[in-house]
């Protein structure tokens, strides 16, 4: 008797579990396509800010001078990575983990804007832009 118990016991467990893991899938598919859709809106609004911020002086703008985040399209090579920094002159000071976004140090005088619209056109960037400040009011 008891052995049935814990057989009935753990086939409801598994159950549980697969109709959990199954909703999960079908919540996380919903789950993508609505991030691919912000990713999109987030792009366009990027370009607007880009734009807007080109406009201002960069002297009153709300970005850390000198540095740029990246994030690429795949992962690179250590190879691939100086080649990259070769390229624009750059400088790693730091990697946001889990997200694989790079934080560059730029050469003193170089438009941080013209920068980031360079980087932008680069095949192996999925996105760049200045060290945005954020403030907490």
Do not use: H
Not at 27 to 43: A, F, G, L
Not at 61 to 81: A, G, P, Q
């Amino acid at each position: 008797m008891v052995k049935r118990l814990i057989i009935f016991s753990l086939v409801i467990i598994a159950i549980v579990v697969v109709v959990l893991f199954s909703a999960t899938k079908i919540s996380s598919q919903e789950n993508d396509s609505t991030v691919v859709k912000e990713i999109e809106i987030n792009r366009e609004q990027k370009d607007e800010d880009l734009t807007m911020a080109k406009n201002q002086s960069e002297s009153s703008s709300e970005y850390v001078e000198n540095e740029v985040m990246v994030k690429f399209k795949e992962e690179l090579s250590d190879e691939e990575i100086n080649s990259f920094l070769s390229d624009y002159s750059l400088q790693i000071l730091s990697v946001v983990e889990g997200i694989n976004v790079f934080q560059f140090k730029t050469p003193q005088g170089v438009s941080i804007i013209e920068i980031v619209e360079e980087l932008n056109k680069d095949s192996r960037v999925e996105y760049a832009e200045p060290n945005y400040i954020f403030k907490i009011n």
